[in-house]
């Protein structure tokens, strides 16, 4: 009779058993796995994917460099900031910073499209003025505080995008690298050269080292999006820090709106000369010639029939001069206006040409004519627009007033389409409403509604 197997070799056996078809299994599904991804690795070398890459390399090295510079020349500045010395350190560390912001501001815009407005560079006559600007201006010290906070951003983007690019390029070509990446390992009196092993199970060989292949290429797979994500923090925190506070945004549109309104007024003005001249005045001057005429024919004892043509002609220039004096008013200032707002919207949609329905709810007190005023001439240009170019049956015009707020909603069934900037008018009226800092929305999808509101604070 043969000899008995030994419990031992019984167990080492039915172990190597398990072991292999544990590892034909994960072989199997590792290959499914890296059959299904396989095109999605590209994606991790794709310019944009290789640009945040480049980013977060070079981020977190010049973001450690720019704080080790910075705190030094705040420490130095502290120390001798009881002598003069000490102010121009602070000064100089102050201007590297901004020097720093605007390097780092290019490699945002260049490598990660990201775009950061430039803050209000402060500005100063002769040198000691610049100092002074530069040590009392808020933009600078904004910058101090993100060339001392962005290491710590930076090296998390660092790291992830090292990590993924880095052990996923190593798991996916672990069958090339591992004649050279190995580790011995001795089994009693054998010895072998195992590449890659974890918890004691070995993946050197087929079909095992598919499982790391497969998890190499879903780490690169996933490796932009690490990386996008990773860098998140870090673009918070330049978007927040190296560009325009809340108060120089503020400070800029009131500018803006300052330098438009003046523009409008000085355009304004220019248009009620040139319709004068050529309308009115012409109108009153062919009157004079007229009531002259007139004269000389009453003198001469003209015939009646031509007497009453000349009257004729000069009762007609007459009307026409009033309604032209008229119709300028009314576009500087409507009468109705004075009447209230529900009063000069229920006018205006009646001369519209399409159905309009009005919804006034105007409490009291009333809001400023000029907020009045503005309200009216954004009505009466959307339902001039709705009326023109969205063949809409019809138009409702909705007005609020409360709590210090004048809310304007006209909206249209028509084709849609419309947009701030597409030639609709709507800038325009987008600029009249920021100067009394209102705001102009427009959602208008193809095929309608479109849906314009209006929002005046007063």
């Known amino acids: 009779m043969g000899q008995e197997p030994r419990p031992?070799?019984?167990?080492?056996?039915?172990?190597?058993?398990?072991?292999?078809?544990?590892?034909?299994?994960?072989?199997?599904?590792?290959?499914?796995?890296?059959?299904?991804?396989a095109g999605r690795p590209l994606a991790a070398f794709r310019p944009r994917a290789l640009a945040a890459l480049l980013y977060a390399v070079i981020a977190f090295p010049?973001?450690?460099?720019?704080?080790?510079?910075?705190?030094?020349?705040?420490?130095?500045?502290g120390v001798l900031s009881v002598t003069t010395l000490g102010l121009w350190v602070l000064a100089l560390t102050v201007r590297g910073a901004l020097?720093?912001?605007?390097?780092?501001?290019?490699?945002?815009?260049?490598?990660?499209?990201?775009?950061?407005?430039?803050?209000?560079?402060?500005?100063?006559?002769?040198?000691?003025?610049?100092?002074?600007?530069?040590?009392?201006?808020?933009?600078?010290?904004?910058?101090?505080?993100?060339?001392?906070?962005?290491?710590?951003?930076?090296?998390?983007?660092?790291?992830?995008?090292?990590?993924?690019?880095?052990?996923?390029?190593?798991?996916?070509?672990?069958p090339l690298l591992k004649r050279w990446n190995h580790h011995t390992v001795r089994d009693g009196d054998s010895v072998r050269q195992v590449s890659l092993e974890v918890f004691g199970f070995q993946l050197d060989s087929w079909p095992?080292?598919?499982?790391?292949?497969?998890?190499?290429?879903?780490?690169?797979?996933?490796?932009?999006?690490?990386?996008?994500?990773?860098?998140?923090?870090?673009?918070?925190?330049?978007?927040?820090?190296?560009?325009?506070?809340?108060a120089d945004r503020r400070i800029r549109t009131l500018e803006e709106t300052r330098a438009q309104a003046v523009d409008d007024a000085a355009a304004t003005l220019r248009r009620i000369e040139r319709d004068l001249h050529d309308g009115t005045q012409a109108r009153l001057v062919g009157l004079a010639m007229h009531l002259t005429m007139i004269r000389e024919l009453i003198g001469a004892d003209a015939d009646r029939a031509q007497l009453l043509t000349v009257v004729d002609t000069a009762r007609g220039n007459a009307k026409q001069a009033i309604a032209d004096l008229r119709h300028l008013v009314k576009g500087i200032h409507p009468p109705v206006l004075d009447q209230g707002l529900d009063t000069a919207l229920a006018t205006l949609a009646a001369d519209v040409a399409l159905p309009v329905e009005v919804f006034a709810d105007v409490g009291s007190p009333r809001?400023?004519?000029?907020?009045?005023?503005?309200?009216?001439?954004?009505?009466?240009?959307?339902?001039?627009?709705?009326?023109?170019?969205?063949?809409?049956?019809?138009?409702?015009?909705?007005?609020?007033?409360?709590?210090?707020?004048l809310r304007l909603r006209v909206r249209d069934d028509g084709r849609g389409g419309a947009a701030i900037g597409a030639g609709s008018g709507l800038t325009g009226l987008l600029?009249?409403?920021?100067?009394?800092?209102g705001t102009l929305t427009c959602d208008s999808p193809p095929g309608g509604p479109t849906v314009v509101t209006v929002e005046l604070p007063y």
Request: net charge positive; glycine share 12%; hydrophobic share 50%.
């Open 8 to 37: 031992d070799v019984v167990g080492r056996h039915v172990l190597d058993g398990r072991v292999r078809a544990v590892g034909r299994t994960a072989g199997s599904f590792a290959a499914r796995a890296a059959a299904t991804t």
């Open 62 to 77: 010049l973001a450690l460099a720019g704080c080790l510079l910075t705190l030094a020349g705040l420490l130095v500045g």
């Open 208 to 246: 095992r080292w598919l499982i790391p292949v497969a998890a190499g290429l879903l780490l690169l797979s996933a490796a932009p999006w690490l990386t996008r994500h990773a860098l998140t923090p870090h673009r918070l925190l330049l978007a927040a820090t190296l560009g325009p506070s809340g």
């Open 367 to 405: 809001p400023a004519p000029a907020v009045e005023s503005i309200a009216y001439f954004c009505a009466a240009e959307l339902l001039a627009n709705a009326a023109k170019h969205s063949g809409a049956p019809g138009a409702t015009v909705r007005v609020t007033a409360r709590d210090g707020l």
């Open 99 to 174: 020097a720093l912001g605007v390097l780092q501001r290019f490699l945002a815009r260049r490598l990660l499209r990201m775009t950061i407005e430039e803050p209000p560079t402060p500005t100063a006559q002769g040198v000691l003025g610049r100092r002074r600007a530069l040590l009392l201006g808020r933009t600078g010290w904004r910058a101090v505080g993100c060339a001392l906070g962005v290491p710590v951003t930076a090296a998390l983007g660092y790291a992830t995008a090292l990590g993924a690019y880095g052990y996923g390029i190593q798991a996916a070509l672990h």
């Open 431 to 437: 600029t009249r409403v920021r100067a009394v800092d």
